[in-house]
């Protein structure tokens, strides 16, 4: 079965610092999609990033980066040097390869609450 | 840059009522969902669409909730008979492409409040 655990549920840091956002999965299938997902305190859900199972290297854009692994199936995200308006909350995603015209439903965390504090 | 678009932003209903939330995908997508979420908690798949048929649905989606793509743009929510439980956020998502890698693009969410 999916799943996408996502242990710590708020984090506070002062802007400036580094801070790094866990996100651990457990999946059955070979090819699969992991996803962060931010959403501000306005509501919307703000797509950051797509790796898929195929692909472990490591990204960055920015102040933003991610660490895959799949030896410990965890997806993390770190943001250096962080902002006032990083502050959100961040979601971790799933989603499954099914191929032949099924659809991919994502498969979210409990999300993260991030406050960055000036 | 193309967007989702969803109407209204916020719908207050009483409980019992029938409530109908629209969304239009992104113009070229195929592969249509609705999520939800509860005040507070995690973002829970609904329901799967593609060619004019409900594709994959959750526990969620009991016989209360329908789907339909009654043109080629929106994509409807239709709720039968609203509970209190059924507040929350609606998002409804649009992707382009199948099984291999794709994005789901999402909309600003509808906010239904059941009194």
């Known amino acids: 079965a999916q799943k996408v655990t996502q242990a710590q549920t708020e984090i506070s840091v002062v802007e400036k610092e580094d801070v790094t956002l866990d996100c651990v999965y457990e999946t059955r299938d070979t090819t699969y999609y992991l996803f962060w997902y931010k959403q501000p305190p306005s509501g919307e859900l703000v797509f950051l990033i797509r790796r898929n199972s195929f692909d472990e290297q490591n990204e960055i854009s920015g102040r933003y980066s991610w660490n895959f692994q799949k030896s410990t199936s965890s997806f993390n995200f770190t943001i250096t040097a962080s902002q006032v308006v990083d502050s959100a909350v961040y979601f971790c995603?799933?989603?499954?390869?099914?191929?032949?015209?099924?659809?991919?439903?994502?498969?979210f965390g409990t999300g993260t609450l991030l406050a960055v504090q000036p | 840059e193309p967007e989702v678009t969803q109407t209204p932003s916020h719908q207050v209903t009483q409980m019992g009522q029938e409530v109908i939330l629209r969304c239009v995908p992104i113009s070229n997508h195929l592969y249509f969902y609705w999520y939800r979420q509860i005040l507070g908690q995690k973002v829970e798949f609904l329901v799967s669409?593609?060619?004019?048929?409900?594709?994959?649905k959750s526990e969620i989606f009991d016989d209360q909730f329908s789907v339909e793509r009654p043109d080629g743009s929106n994509f409807t929510l239709k709720i039968r008979s609203t509970k209190l439980e059924d507040s929350a956020m609606y998002f409804c998502a649009s992707s382009e492409e199948e099984g291999g890698s794709y994005e789901q693009y999402f909309g600003p969410g509808t906010r239904l409040t059941v009194t």
């Open positions: 669409f593609y060619n004019n048929e409900i594709s994959e």
């Open positions: 995603a799933l989603s499954e390869a099914n191929y032949g015209g099924a659809t991919n439903k994502l498969i």
